[in-house]
């Protein structure tokens, strides 16, 4: 069996083992610690703000656009770049910066900061609550509640819907 010294050893299945995936794991952390100390996030200017640089944490891959309280890095690289530029940073974010994928906690997030900021868009509530609806976890009462408001803002959709159409006549 072929070694590589002080590196590691290569197994059977050619896969190396030791030193080799200690010192890769030493190199991840590095770049995720340097990334997160000096904010070395790009986030390129849109919808009217300018550019600016972030850490990991404040950030997520694939998440709602335009979220009050976190960057989502797929969308706004997207627009930024394109589809094809966006897919090949993604890896980088997502598996060495483990800037992870939107969660109901990050919905949850969202909403709060949408109070806080008297963000009354029905619309985006909407679609918050239907992506926690999406990836409902938690026991059945909070499911019966994530329902249960679906169904409330549906209604008030139609409320606005049909007082706005009274108002045009």
């Not at 290569?10 to 952390?29: H, K």
């Not at 109901?104 to 239907?130: G, H």
Request: one cysteine or more; glycine letters at 8%.
């Amino acid at each position: 069996m072929p070694g590589f010294g002080r590196w590691g050893t290569q197994q059977e299945d050619g896969s190396v083992s030791g030193r080799l995936s200690s010192v890769f794991m030493l190199l991840l952390t590095a770049v995720r610690n340097f990334f997160c100390d000096n904010q070395c996030v790009y986030i390129p200017p849109s919808g009217g703000n300018p550019a600016s640089w972030t850490m990991p944490p404040t950030c997520l891959w694939d998440g709602p656009p335009n979220m009050l309280c976190k960057y989502s890095l797929r969308d706004i690289f997207t627009q930024s770049f394109g589809v094809d530029q966006a897919n090949q940073v993604s890896g980088f974010f997502q598996y060495v910066l483990q800037v992870w994928d939107a969660t109901w906690e990050d919905m949850i997030e969202e909403l709060q900061s949408m109070r806080r900021n008297s963000c009354e868009d029905f619309d985006r509530v909407t679609m918050l609550y239907e992506r926690i609806a999406a990836g409902a976890v938690g026991n059945e009462e909070t499911q019966r509640h994530v329902r249960w408001v679906l169904l409330w803002l549906k209604c008030l959709r139609i409320q606005v819907a049909d007082r706005s159409q009274r108002c045009i006549r």
